[in-house]
């Protein structure tokens, strides 16, 4: 009796490894860019309607910490990312499937804050007189601090301003240290803006050097290729630019390649 006993729990723990593993493989890594955090939990919904099997986690971070871990050989099926560069850099690597790179969103960036901005006053102006600190996103790590950079450079403010930025690992946090105070004026993107119950003022910069492109593309070393084709298609579908204008983002000019 106590063998039979012993027989029968070992067949529940095996099973229930079974089960643990097979769910485990069902799961669709994908390697987002943290200022797409809130439309993919609506993404994410409106895909299981349409593909109920395919489990979708993911994985959020600046775009350039997401390549570099792909890089390293972490676990990814899909790579959305909110920088064209970092996925240029992954392809010439063969790290991803270069024939399923798509365009889905554009975004642009604003200059943020709680308050209203006055209508009589340009980006500039308020910048360069401003005495608090403004939030932007690391720019030798974070793709919105690079394009940051770029774009202050242009008008001749970097430097003058530097005593006065301070730096987030990635686009969400800078919204954070808008939204809790810690810093008075924060660059950051239109969709995060748009979706910001806090935020009340909001400024396009100018000289940005065109909008901010987010490409997707599936992982080389995936082995759901087929899943990630999928939950991308979707994205940059109807359904998926639909939901994206949702939060803010305008549709990519470009074609799926």
């Known amino acids: 009796m106590k063998k039979m006993i012993g027989m029968i729990s070992i067949v529940f723990l095996l099973s229930g490894c079974g089960s643990t593993s097979a769910k485990k493989d069902s799961e669709l890594l994908v390697s987002t860019a943290s200022s797409l955090t809130e439309v993919m939990k609506q993404m994410e919904e409106e895909f299981h309607q349409v593909e109920p099997d395919i489990e979708l986690s993911f994985n959020y971070g600046s775009s350039s910490k997401l390549r570099n871990q792909i890089e390293q050989g972490a676990p990814a099926d899909l790579f959305l990312s909110a920088s064209e560069k970092d996925m240029e850099l992954l392809e010439s690597q063969e790290l991803i499937?270069?024939?399923?790179?798509?365009?889905?969103?554009?975004?642009?960036?604003?200059?943020?804050s709680l308050e209203e901005f006055p209508a009589s006053k340009d980006f500039a102006e308020i910048v360069i007189n401003s005495e608090e600190t403004i939030a932007v996103g690391e720019p030798d790590s974070v793709p919105l601090g690079d394009y940051t950079k770029q774009a202050l450079e242009s008008q001749a403010l970097w430097k003058p301003l530097e005593g006065l930025l301070i730096y987030a690992k990635d686009a969400r946090q800078v919204v954070t240290y808008i939204e809790s105070g810690n810093a008075e004026l924060g660059i950051i993107y239109s969709s995060d803006a748009a979706i910001s119950?806090?935020?009340?003022?909001?400024?396009?910069?100018?000289?940005?050097?065109?909008?901010?492109?987010?490409?997707?593309?599936?992982?080389?070393?995936?082995?759901?290729?087929?899943?990630?084709?999928?939950?991308l298609e979707f994205v940059a579908g109807p359904k998926g630019q639909a939901i994206l204008k949702q939060y803010g983002f305008m549709p990519a000019l470009e074609e799926k390649k």
């Open 97 to 112: 499937d270069s024939e399923s790179k798509a365009s889905f969103a554009e975004n642009r960036l604003v200059l943020a």
């Open 197 to 231: 119950r806090e935020i009340n003022g909001t400024l396009e910069m100018p000289e940005q050097g065109g909008p901010v492109v987010y490409p997707g593309a599936v992982v080389a070393a995936s082995e759901k290729q087929q899943e990630a084709e999928a939950f």
